[in-house]
């Protein structure tokens, strides 16, 4: 069993910044761990993700070049570093732990509770 608890989320102006953070407990080795949003009317949509050894990473057209993910395993941590953020990046983000392939959330086996982000224009 997994327990991951998300942070960092908050309301910031279009163009800035913040870094979320996904801490978890339990059996966490072996584990890619993604992020994903929702957005209020919308679809669960992959953001990024990173495989355990941190070797390999996976974005979402909509974030490469703005986010960045990466991951402490000896804290048991998984950040997502949100750069030059958007409207668009509005929604309740989600930590996932799971399988490949990575863009698919029936793949993830256990789930945060989320954070928001609101981005102001």
């Known amino acids: 069993q997994v327990r991951l608890v998300e942070s960092g989320g908050g309301l910031v102006q279009a163009g800035g910044s913040l870094r979320l953070s996904c801490v978890a407990s339990?059996?966490?080795?072996?584990?890619?761990t993604g992020w994903f949003r929702q957005a209020p009317g919308s679809e669960r949509e992959f953001v990024a993700a990173?495989?355990?050894?941190?070797?390999?990473?996976y974005y979402a057209d909509s974030v490469k070049d703005r986010f960045a993910i990466s991951r402490d395993n000896a804290e048991n941590t998984v950040y997502l570093q949100m750069n030059k953020l958007n409207f668009e990046d509005t929604a309740i983000y989600y930590c996932?732990?799971?399988?490949?392939?990575?863009?698919?959330?029936?793949?993830?086996?256990?789930w945060g509770q989320g954070t928001q982000v609101t981005v102001s224009s």
């Open positions: 990173i495989t355990y050894s941190g070797s390999r990473t």
């Open positions: 996932a732990a799971g399988r490949h392939p990575p863009d698919r959330p029936y793949r993830y086996d256990y």
């Open positions: 339990g059996d966490f080795s072996g584990y890619l």
